[in-house]
C-alpha cells in the first residue's frame, strides 16, 4: 500500500521507493493505458469515415478518461512512430480537439469531448459491417 507519494525529477515516488508512471502531478491515480487496449486487427484502417489522420481516433479514446502523455499514448497505439503520433497530436491540437497542460501532457478539450459519442456510432458501424468492408477491400 503507497501512503504518500513525493515529486522527484517529474515523476512521482512512493515511500517503498518504486517510481509510479500512474500518477499524474495532481497526485492523483490513474490507471495505466491497457497495451492490448486496440485489438491488431482494428477496423479502423478500413474505415471509409475518419476523424482526422490514420491515428486520429485511437488518440481521442486514449484521452476519454484524462489528460496522459506522450508516452503513455504509444503504448496502446502499437505501431504508430514517434513522428507519426506528433502529427496527429498536433493536428489535434490545431483542431481543437486536444491541448496540451503542462506537466500532464494532452487531454480532450470540450470539443474533442463532444466528438466521443459520434466516435462509439462509427465504431459500432464497423463492427456490425466488418465482413463487407473486408470483402469490399479484398475484390
Known amino acids: 500500500m503507497i501512503r504518500s507519494l513525493t515529486l522527484t525529477h517529474g515523476r512521482h515516488r512512493s515511500r517503498d521507493g518504486g517510481i509510479r508512471s500512474d500518477t499524474d502531478y495532481r497526485g492523483g491515480v490513474r490507471a495505466p493505458l491497457d497495451k492490448d487496449m486496440f485489438d491488431p486487427l482494428c477496423p479502423s484502417g478500413l474505415m471509409p469515415i475518419r476523424v482526422g489522420d490514420k491515428w486520429a481516433g485511437m488518440v481521442i479514446r486514449c484521452l476519454e478518461h484524462g489528460p496522459r502523455r506522450f508516452s503513455e499514448l504509444r503504448v496502446p497505439i502499437r505501431g504508430v512512430t514517434a513522428k507519426a503520433l506528433t502529427k496527429s497530436l498536433r493536428g489535434l491540437e490545431r483542431d481543437g480537439l486536444v491541448s496540451r497542460v503542462a506537466g500532464l501532457g494532452y487531454e480532450l478539450t470540450p470539443l474533442g469531448r463532444s466528438i466521443l459519442e459520434p466516435?462509439?456510432?462509427?465504431?459500432?458501424?464497423?463492427?456490425?459491417?466488418?465482413?463487407?468492408?473486408?470483402d469490399a477491400r479484398e475484390a
Open 119 to 134: 466516435l462509439d456510432a462509427m465504431c459500432a458501424w464497423a463492427r456490425e459491417h466488418w465482413d463487407e468492408l473486408i
